[in-house]
Nanobody, 114 residues
Framework: QLQAFGGGLVQPGGSLRLSCAASGSIFSINGMGWYRQAPGKQRELVATMSIGGTTNTADSVKGRFTISRDNAKNTVYLQMNSLKPEDAAVYYC??????????WGQGTLVTVSS
């Protein structure tokens, strides 16, 4: 029900914007976020946003990545600037609801390399 896209190959210092769109209506949304998983590592939180707009950003990307949303389009974004090789990973979006539902996108690959 969630589809993430926007990944790709970018040089260090470059930018990408990831998008995550819900294919249908999701009711009672409590929050949304982006996570990433690099090869051989556990999935980690990148940034989240509550339905009220409160954001939480991992220290490793603070000041470089920004989460935002477009309620009208049921879409959440992750703007990634000043990308570093260590940012390379599969990025997943997630939406969770007050009712306990938890939706994950299929992942989009970000490669940072010169």
């Amino acid at each position: 029900q969630l589809q993430a896209f926007g990944g790709g190959l970018v040089q260090p210092g470059g930018s990408l914007r990831l998008s995550c769109a819900a294919s249908g209506s999701i009711f009672s949304i409590n929050g949304m976020g982006w996570y990433r998983q690099a090869p051989g590592k556990q999935r980690e939180l990148v940034a989240t946003m509550s339905i009220g707009g409160t954001t939480n950003t991992a220290d490793s990307v603070k000041g470089r990545f920004t989460i935002s949303r477009d309620n009208a389009k049921n879409t959440v974004y992750l703007q990634m600037n000043s990308l570093k090789p260590e940012d390379a990973a599969v990025y997943y979006c997630r939406i969770w609801t007050y009712r306990g539902s938890d939706y994950w996108g299929q992942g989009t690959l970000v490669t940072v390399s010169s």
